[in-house]
């Protein structure tokens, strides 16, 4: 079923957070119904829309990591690409500050 993907362990990694917020989010919105709030972001967004915002800034940084991890290893002369891992973090960490701070 799952087979058109390349299930590697950073990927798994990357859809079972997405899993564990939503189902998070889920119960948070159901223990305590959100309000709007006006952070950084250009509009007044709830818990929702930050989380949506967060992970589709998320999505785009992985998906740029990927397209310029090549050349990374090219520009530092490293013996491989880079790890995802870099990106995971990184994308999760704009993932919370949006969360936090949007």
């Known amino acids: 079923m799952f087979e058109w993907m390349a299930w590697t362990t950073p990927v798994a990694v990357f859809f079972g957070c997405i899993v564990l ?3 998070g989010m889920t119960v948070w919105e159901i223990k305590s119904p959100t309000i709007l709030r006006k952070g950084f972001l250009p509009m007044e967004t709830t818990r929702g829309d930050r989380l ?3 992970l589709l800034s998320a999505a785009y ?3 740029g990591f990927i397209g310029i991890s090549g050349r990374l290893g090219e520009w530092m002369s490293l013996q ?3 790890s995802i891992w870099i990106s995971f973090v990184a994308s999760m960490a704009l993932l919370g500050w949006i969360m936090h701070k949007g």
């Open 21 to 23: 917020m939503l189902a």
């Open 52 to 54: 949506f915002i967060g």
């Open 61 to 63: 940084v992985n998906l």
């Open 80 to 82: 491989t690409e880079p």
